[in-house]
């Protein structure tokens, strides 16, 4: 007679253990890591947002004739030898489309539940009219709109911002 023996190979429950103990820290940590990473892309986000939007004002303030209103945005530059804005600022208020939101009194001079991003435009003209001087325009866009809904006074309280300046020959 043969005897037959049978050799059967697996895992102990203790290996077991240990691989599901290692799978739900690993798993545990990623998800840990989730929302960082999501608040990491929203920020990203309105950061590239911010820069798009700077790069429309600028091209905006350079259409505008001297001493005029700009087109899209409306902000008014001041003529040389006129009022520094440099505490006041113009401050217009813009929705997801990137455009002024509201309607009174101005598009965009208040905030509304729309607005998502707050423009501040300080202008620095040249302080007497002849002068071969720029106007200097420093460009400064927070996140959220309503975060500081100030449009007279520079803005404190904000998550996110984005600031440039900008030197427009009016010669």
Same mark, same amino acid.
């Given at each position: 007679?043969?005897?037959?023996?049978?050799?059967?190979?697996?895992?102990?429950?203790?290996?077991v253990?240990?691989?599901?103990?290692?799978?739900?820290?690993?798993?545990?940590?990623?998800?840990?890591?989730?929302?960082?990473?999501?608040?990491?892309?929203?920020?990203?986000?309105?950061?590239?947002?911010?820069?798009?939007?700077?790069?429309?004002?600028?091209?905006?303030?350079?259409?505008?004739?001297?001493?005029?209103?700009?087109?899209?945005?409306?902000?008014?530059?001041?003529?040389?030898?006129?009022?520094?804005?440099?505490? %006041?600022?113009? /401050?217009?208020?813009?929705?997801a489309?990137?455009? =002024? &939101?509201?309607?009174? *009194?101005? #598009?965009?001079? @208040? $905030?509304?539940?729309?607005?998502?991003?707050?423009?501040?435009?300080?202008?620095?003209?040249?302080?007497?009219?002849?002068? %071969?001087?720029? /106007?200097v325009?420093?460009?400064?866009?927070?996140? =959220? &709109?309503?975060?500081? *809904?100030q #449009?007279?006074? @520079? $803005?404190?309280?904000?998550?996110?911002?984005?600031?440039?300046?900008?030197?427009?020959?009016?010669?």
């Open positions: 007679m043969k005897k037959s023996s049978k050799i059967v190979s697996g895992f102990s429950l203790v290996e253990a240990v691989a599901l103990a290692v799978a739900s820290f690993t798993l545990i940590t990623l998800l840990a890591l989730l929302p960082v990473g999501i608040h990491s892309y929203r920020d990203a986000d309105a950061q590239s947002a911010m820069v798009n939007l700077a790069t429309m004002i600028v091209r905006d303030l350079g259409a505008t004739p001297s001493s005029g209103t700009s087109p899209r945005f409306g902000f008014s530059i001041p003529p040389a030898g006129g009022t520094s804005s440099g505490v %006041t600022p113009q /401050t217009v208020y813009v929705d489309s990137e455009m =002024p &939101a509201g309607t009174y *009194p101005y #598009p965009g001079t @208040a $905030p509304t539940a729309k607005s998502i991003y707050r423009i501040s435009v300080f202008f620095f003209p040249p302080a007497t009219a002849g002068q %071969t001087m720029s /106007t325009a420093r460009v400064l866009i927070t996140f =959220p &709109a309503n975060a500081d *809904p #449009p007279k006074m @520079a $803005p404190t309280t904000y998550s996110n911002m984005f600031e440039t300046m900008v030197s427009l020959n009016r010669n």
